[in-house]
Nanobody, 120 residues
């Protein structure tokens, strides 16, 4: 199983980026999908999550600016980031709880991380 993030880069303050995270491999089912981020010198923090039932939750620092969504047919989760601020600069990671077979437990998988830099 692999999670591959895309869509990061450099953007000016106030701009937007859309991250994507595609899961591939031997996948029977996926439950919660999450986006985390880690800025230099700071602890990794949960940014947004979407449950199997489609319920979403966000860190207070991104509420109203970020939106998490998913395409279940593509096993892909997205993070639309608007009104970006310099403090959003971090490496962003996606995670997924994946079951590889009907008898298998869910296991957490992580992507490799993607850099988002907000700077003028």
């Amino acid at each position: 199983v692999q999670l591959v993030e895309s869509g990061g880069g450099l953007v000016q303050p106030g701009g937007s980026l859309r991250l994507a995270c595609a899961a591939s491999g031997s996948i029977f089912s996926i439950n919660a999908r999450c986006w985390y981020r880690q800025a230099p010198g700071k602890q990794r923090e949960l940014v947004a999550l979407i449950t199997n039932g489609g319920i979403t939750n966000y860190a207070d620092s991104v509420k109203g600016r970020f939106t998490i969504s998913r395409d279940t047919a593509k096993n892909t989760v997205y993070l639309q980031m608007n009104s970006l601020k310099p403090e959003d600069t971090a490496v962003y990671y996606c995670t997924a709880g994946i079951r590889r077979g009907p008898q298998s437990p869910h296991a957490d998988y992580w992507g490799q991380g993607i850099q988002v830099t907000v700077s003028s």
